[in-house]
DNA sequence: TTGAAAGCGCTAACAG
DNA sequence: CTGTTAGCGCTTTCAA
């Protein structure tokens, strides 16, 4: 038998069950015991329920509750490891809290950025997580204006709480892993940093921990041409045709990044010989099992999470800076 | 001055421009032209509520008009660029439709997939996209309840219009080259099959076409373990158990998949000399440049979107498969 | 132990 | 050209 007709409302049920739209709205959103309904009466309603297919809709209940259970997230791009990780981390986490957790990518533009913020408050989400957002106090700003909580992750924002890597610490590690490899290979060459944009707070500390870790040990160039690949491409070329050699160590800023280095790197061969160890702020399984010289710092994505939940779960709304220490993985092997 | 009250309604705005609520609303949702709304208070009421921030509520707008505004998306995740490349591609066209994408990854679990559905259907979605998922039909089944049309990608369904690779010719030519490979260095082995779940249609076809390529020209192994890393990984290391010795040409049934048996071959550089090709029926850029002796095979998913939103537009609603032919990208050179 | 009724913010007849 | 009104499906007093 065809069921054409839409889907059943709790008045269609009241009305079979002979009994009242209130009624089947408690037993179905579970607190009927509360309301001391009979457990014969509640389980009738329930079967009978099923047996019409009843669904609850959502947007109604959002309407009339005034809350959507709908937690927003914005981040860059998929197109790496770690944002890939932070997207399944935060839909599982909000789906354990009873939420629908709703993502959407910016690519780093401001511009995108509110669009998407004004898009998400629209539909009346409860809260929203800046991921690696380029202009995360703007978004805070429109949140604010409806009385929506926002949370950073990945790089902070001055208004609200903001979860980050410990990017000083981690980028003096790594740099200073870079330096002991070309002492240990008695290479007196540069040392380059490439990638990422010198107005982001995490270039910012990683330049920071890469000058204070390189300070008077080395020459250092700098090159924040953006994280796009081709852009650190262009910077490889840019380094090169300053002083018609390559650097002999490389800080690259992000895993994209370091696409465009590698490959520029495997296109001129013959200059490339001259780099000698490279580490990444950033992670990915291939260059780790493929790339056996270069270095790389892995972000803690599951504390980082966990972290950001716990500001949820205490309803946290004031400006706060967490640093969680990044996971260095040293290349398998030395050439 | 603070406004602590709550966002203005559009009976707010009324009250404030001395009007209705629904010559407000005609004015502020555009079709105020056809009810022939003076120029005049049309402006004075958008003035209004610009002051006034005001700002739609679509969950309202969605429960009286029957329509969300939601376009969802199942996937299973976010460890690879097809999939991410996918969801960026996903949120572009839906956004420039003016719908609010939204995306869940589901492990390709088949209760989490429908959990998921259900969760989006509650919220209304007006169309639900299966990328990837294992058991499309029965997602359909859960939107045909509801009347929700649904399309899937990547993988088929017998129920809804499928947009799919071209998985047996691809595989087929990527079978070719690696034999190519063999042929070319005089090496006599076998030829393996890694990764994927027999039971899933792209690994059938793409086994179709390993078969075809390879039938009288070499000995073939399957090892369809499924496509987690780990599994791969244990694969290759039974491989060897079972002689003694790896195959010499090897065909990875994704980039998951591939991470595994490249930490094998690492992992073991005593036996892995053996393996002389590799292709993989999936890519990723740090593969490309930087184990320049892989294969890959490149989905093309531009134009897998292109054609999926084709349907959309057209609210097709009936079964059809369409095939995508990918891209083989051979490896940049050979040992 | 249950029902009636109001109302969340919006849209769309229908009536002027 | 504009206002009145009903109602989308749900929750929640309040009353019985």
Redesign the interface.
């Known amino acids: 038998m065809m069921r054409q007709n839409?889907?059943p409302t709790i008045y269609d049920l009241a009305r079979l069950a002979k009994t009242s739209p209130s009624t089947v709205s408690s037993v179905l959103n579970g607190n009927w015991r509360k309301r001391r309904i009979s457990e014969k009466l509640a389980r009738s309603i329930k079967t009978l329920a099923h047996e019409q297919?009843y669904?609850?809709?959502?947007?109604?209940r959002?309407?009339r509750k005034d809350r959507?259970g709908?937690i927003g997230m914005i981040l860059p791009?998929?197109?790496n490891?770690y944002?890939?990780?932070i997207?399944?981390h935060f839909?599982q986490m909000a789906?354990d809290r009873g939420l629908?957790?709703?993502?959407?990518?910016t690519r780093r533009d401001p511009e995108l950025e509110a669009e998407a913020a004004?898009?998400?408050?629209?539909?009346?989400v409860e809260y929203l997580v800046c991921a690696g957002t380029t202009a995360p106090d703007q978004i805070h700003d429109l949140c604010a204006?409806?009385?929506v909580p926002s949370l950073n992750l990945d790089l902070p924002g001055t208004k609200a709480p903001s979860v980050i890597s410990d990017n000083y610490t981690g980028a003096y590690h790594l740099t200073a892993q870079i330096i002991r490899d070309l002492e240990d290979l008695d290479v007196h060459g540069e040392l380059a940093f490439v990638g990422g944009r010198h107005t982001d707070h995490n270039t910012k500390e990683r330049l920071r921990g890469f000058n204070d870790a390189s300070k008077a040990k080395i020459e250092t160039r700098i090159e924040t041409c953006g994280y796009a690949?081709d852009k650190a491409y262009r910077a490889m070329a840019d380094l090169f045709d300053q002083t018609g050699t390559l650097p002999s160590g490389l800080f690259v800023n992000s895993?994209i990044s370091l696409?465009g280095v590698?490959?520029f790197l495997?296109d001129r061969p013959d200059v490339s010989r001259s780099v000698v160890s490279i580490g990444c702020f950033d992670w990915?399984?291939?260059?780790q099992?493929?790339?056996?010289n270069i270095h790389m710092v892995r972000q803690n994505v599951p504390q980082m999470m966990e972290c950001l939940f716990q500001l949820y779960d205490n309803r946290e709304r004031d400006a706060a800076l967490i640093e969680i220490a990044p996971i260095l993985q040293l290349a398998?092997s030395r050439n």
Chains 1, 2 share one sequence.
């Open positions: 839409k889907r297919g669904a609850l809709n959502r947007q109604a959002a309407l959507s709908i791009m998929y197109d490891r944002f890939g990780s997207a399944e839909e789906r629908l957790p709703v993502i959407t990518s004004r898009a998400m408050l629209s539909y009346r204006e409806e009385d690949a895993t696409e590698i490959r495997g990915d399984p291939f260059v099992v493929l790339a056996h398998t």
